[in-house]
């Protein structure tokens, strides 16, 4: 059973930047494509970012295109986002995901929650204004 568990979140002045970690164990990490979602208080979980299982290609969601970066080393089984420029509305839980049977890449694929198969328990991300 794969397991994802995220860290880094915190507390941070709008304008500041987070790094944000999710290791995986018990599975292939290598072999799967990972993505980050977050869900702010009232809302519905959305797609942030996804990294191919090479690390090779990336896809974003627009509201945080040139601010977020996803990132994978996958000889530590770990996948990243830097949060950088921060605002208010990036406020949110976030949530790593993994797929474990990828598809040819398809960047807009990725943004569906219903494609991934494991998830993390989450880690809370406040920017205060």
């Known amino acids: 059973q794969v397991q994802l568990v995220e860290s880094g979140g915190g507390l941070v002045q709008a304008g500041g930047s987070l790094r944000l970690a999710c290791a995986a164990s018990?599975?292939?990490?290598?072999?799967?494509?990972m993505g980050w979602f977050r869900q702010a208080p009232g809302k519905e979980r959305e797609f942030v970012a996804v990294?191919?299982?090479?690390?090779?290609?990336?896809y974003y969601a627009d509201s945080v295109k040139g601010r977020f970066t996803i990132s994978r080393d996958n000889a530590k089984n770990t996948v990243y986002l830097q949060m950088n420029s921060l605002k208010p509305e990036d406020t949110a839980v976030y949530y790593c995901?993994?797929?474990?049977?990828?598809?040819?890449?398809?960047?807009?694929?990725?943004?569906?929650?219903?494609?991934?198969?494991?998830w993390g328990q989450g880690t809370q991300v406040t920017v205060s204004s």
């Open positions: 990294v191919r299982r090479s690390g090779s290609s990336t």
């Open positions: 995901a993994a797929d474990r049977n990828p598809i040819d890449w398809n960047g807009s694929y990725y943004a569906r929650q219903e494609v991934y198969d494991y």
């Open positions: 018990g599975g292939i990490f290598s072999s799967y494509a």
